[in-house]
T-cell receptor, first 110, second 111 residues
Framework: NAGVTQTPKFRVLKTGQSMTLLCAQD?????MYWYRQDPGMGLRLIHY???????AKGEVPDGYNVSRLKKQNFLLGLESAAPSQTSVYFC?????????FGPGTRLLVL | GQQLNQSPQSMFIQEGEDVSMNCTSS?????WLWYKQDPGEGPVLLIA?????ELTSNGRLTAQFGITRKDSFLNISASIPSDVGIYFC???????????FGTGTRLKVLA
């Protein structure tokens, strides 16, 4: 099993560009999450999903959209990137309270 | 919003020493989770606590769910160099799936 994978690993964007981060899990988990981690800080929840076709806002949802069309995939979109969105993005899936995290996507917005 | 405060923020210790860290909240939690994050990787779950007063061990790690349900503690015994990393507490506020993470305790072990 690959666990939780994230694509891409690293990306540089210019302000105003758009992109989609892909998260995939092969553990058949119902719950999936997107977090961002800024230097010296903990993880902050952006959006989450409790099942295929459902999404909900987390702590810092502004500027991001998500979709969960398939149970195994959770997509995070930035429609118009801003420098404040420079961060490391982590995806996670969970069985009960145990979250399994992906390796992260480093995003730099210039 | 809710916050989880961790202390200390960072610590240097000698190999072989015991380590203690804690996490506090202004409101109660029904579940406390402790994660470790190595550089360049995602967090990995170390211990999960589900009941006030619960004491759970995972090898050299021991965590406790505070009686007030507003705090939790993590101890590492006989630290080794591979214990280096950032330790996070986390939990979902009761009735939600919105996990909150603490700001982390950065541990550095001197050989």
């Amino acid at each position: 099993n690959a666990g939780v994978t994230q694509t891409p690993k690293f990306r540089v964007l210019k302000t105003g560009q758009s992109m989609t981060l892909l998260c995939a899990q092969d553990m058949n988990h119902e719950y999936m999450y997107w977090y961002r981690q800024d230097p010296g800080m903990g993880l902050r929840l952006i959006h989450y999903s409790v099942g295929e076709g459902t999404t909900a806002k987390g702590e810092v949802p502004d500027g991001y959209n998500v979709s969960r069309l398939k149970k195994q995939n959770f997509l995070l979109g930035l429609e118009s990137a801003a420098p404040s969105q420079t961060s490391v993005y982590f995806c996670a899936s969970s069985y009960r309270e145990t979250q399994y995290f992906g390796p992260g996507t480093r995003l730099l917005v210039l | 919003g809710q916050q989880l405060n961790q202390s200390p923020q960072s610590m240097f210790i000698q190999e072989g020493e015991d380590v203690s860290m804690n996490c506090t909240s202004s409101s109660i939690f029904n579940t406390w989770l402790w994660y470790k994050q190595d550089p360049g990787e995602g967090p990995v779950l170390l211990i999960a606590l589900y009941k006030a007063g619960e004491l759970t061990s995972n090898g050299r790690l021991t965590a406790q769910f505070g009686i007030t349900r507003k705090d939790s503690f993590l101890n590492i015994s006989a630290s080794i160099p591979s214990d280096v990393g950032i330790y996070f507490c986390a939990g979902p506020p009761p009735g939600t799936y919105k996990y909150i993470f603490g700001t982390g305790t950065r541990l550095k072990v001197l050989a």
